[in-house]
């Protein structure tokens, strides 16, 4: 038993003591969760415990300064916080807690477990902006990546190191499909971010996928949606920086940001809080850029020979794809997988609107003739659509169009192939080899 102190007891050892005066601020002013505090000149980003009285402590964030004092942001409820408390600076500022110690864990924003384990224990840090590293330090994208999905696989090929967006409205299935590319996805290492989701989802996710043999490769940050926008925030960036710091020791990470356009409403708040004015649809500039800064760190390093893959969820509010958030992801991603709602009424799952979705690296990946097949497949599907409604009504007479001809005789077998239980792993050669099998017959 007290073996299990030994590894806290070495990390207490090695660290230096500080004999430095504590410096506190006070509390001056609360307006909906942001702190206005005196005498205290901390760094944007730094971390501070708010003392509230004998028993009660309170964490904050600094997101700005203003007319000589400390703008925080609390990381949780102010109930009971009074004017004068103290504030104390904590950690360093702008770093995030990293490490294989993570792995298998289950952590909140702050890096501290949410499974019920023991605390962790790791000394390695990682800026939460990242490393700033040359345009060219980015190798392109050369190998193919298995997720696992047929219909991605064979249509929308992924390729390690790319950056892939999962766009729909609400109640599509982006979860879903999240879910099936994380049990038949291969990589070294996955980390997962749950930002902003409902707690319900948090804890199905973990228990389907930290109970398997891929558990000890697996870190979950999660966020739920009632938590403050800092520490969502805090959330996606402790991910981006776990599966940097795991790429930096040259390993194939996947990353999967389940939402990116939570953590855009996230950054949305704060800028609002801070004065910012809503200029694309109430969201202010800073937000957009929040987007943009965290899509940029994933991808192919040449220095360390790892990758992290991205995989990011994008809601598009009302299913509306000129969304602010839904357009600035698909012009910085490398790809994009649509879910189509209609689709999903039809019973097609995962709802993969194969016409609108693309993977720009897909011709740089795969073969000649699997490229062929996949541009076949799309037109056979996008015939098919564009004249459901003529065929439906029986208004189409066979022989006017041979392709529209095919894949009115293909369209169950075309819709078929799109079609994936949820917990079926296919891989991608199989995909490549029924695709072609399909198309041959």
Avoid at 142 to 168: C, H, I, K, Y
Avoid at 227 to 235: D, E, F, Q
Wanted: charged share 20%.
């Amino acid at each position: 038993m007290l073996n299990l102190f030994d590894p806290i007891l070495r990390e207490l050892s090695a660290e230096p003591i500080d004999l430095a005066p504590r410096r506190y601020g006070l509390v001056a002013a609360c307006d909906n969760g942001l702190l206005e505090v005196s005498g205290l000149s901390i760094p944007v980003g730094a971390m501070c415990r708010v003392v509230n009285g004998r028993n009660s402590t309170l964490s904050a964030e600094v997101i700005g300064f203003r007319n000589g004092r400390t703008l925080m942001m609390m990381l949780g409820d102010s109930v009971l916080l009074r004017p004068g408390a103290r504030v104390y600076p904590e950690g360093r500022p702008g770093m995030l807690p990293v490490g294989a110690a993570f792995l298998g864990r289950a952590v909140d924003g702050e890096g501290l477990p949410i499974d019920g384990g023991p605390p962790i224990q790791v000394r390695s840090e990682w800026p939460s902006g990242g490393l700033r590293t040359s345009a060219l330090d980015r190798s392109p994208v050369r190998e193919s990546f298995d997720t696992g999905v047929r219909s991605l696989n064979a249509l929308t090929t992924f390729g390690v190191g790319q950056r892939v967006g999962v766009m729909a409205g609400s109640g599509v299935g982006k979860s879903v499909l999240i879910d099936m590319i994380a049990r038949g996805a291969q990589a070294e290492v996955i980390v997962v971010g749950l930002i902003g989701e409902r707690a319900r989802e948090v804890s199905d996710f973990v228990e389907r996928h930290m109970h398997d043999e891929k558990r000890h490769r697996t870190v979950v940050v999660a966020v739920p949606a009632d938590h403050a926008p800092n520490l969502r925030l805090r959330g996606a960036m402790l991910a981006t920086s776990m599966a940097e710091h795991f790429r930096a020791q040259g390993k194939k990470v996947l990353l999967i940001l389940d939402s990116l356009t939570r953590v855009a409403h996230a950054a949305r708040e704060i800028g609002l809080l801070l004065g910012e004015p809503g200029a694309a649809r109430g969201y202010p500039p800073s937000a957009l850029a929040t987007i943009t800064k965290l899509v940029e760190r994933a991808g192919n390093s040449a220095a360390s020979g790892g990758s992290i893959t991205g995989l990011y969820t994008v809601l598009a509010d009302g299913d509306n794809q000129d969304d602010p958030v839904v357009d600035t992801a698909r012009a910085i991603l490398d790809g994009h997988i649509v879910l189509n709602r209609a689709l999903a009424q039809r019973g097609q799952y995962p709802a993969v609107d194969i016409a609108a979705s693309l993977s720009r690296v897909m011709n740089d990946i795969v073969s000649p003739q699997h490229q062929k097949l996949a541009r076949e497949f799309r037109a056979l599907t996008a015939s098919y659509e564009a004249n459901r409604d003529l065929v439906l009504m029986g208004a189409y007479r066979p022989g006017a169009d041979p392709q529209l001809d095919r894949a009115i005789a293909m369209n169950e077998l075309l819709t078929a192939f799109l079609c994936q239980i949820g917990g079926e792993v296919i891989d991608l050669d199989t995909s490549a080899a029924q695709l072609a099998a399909l198309l041959s017959s």
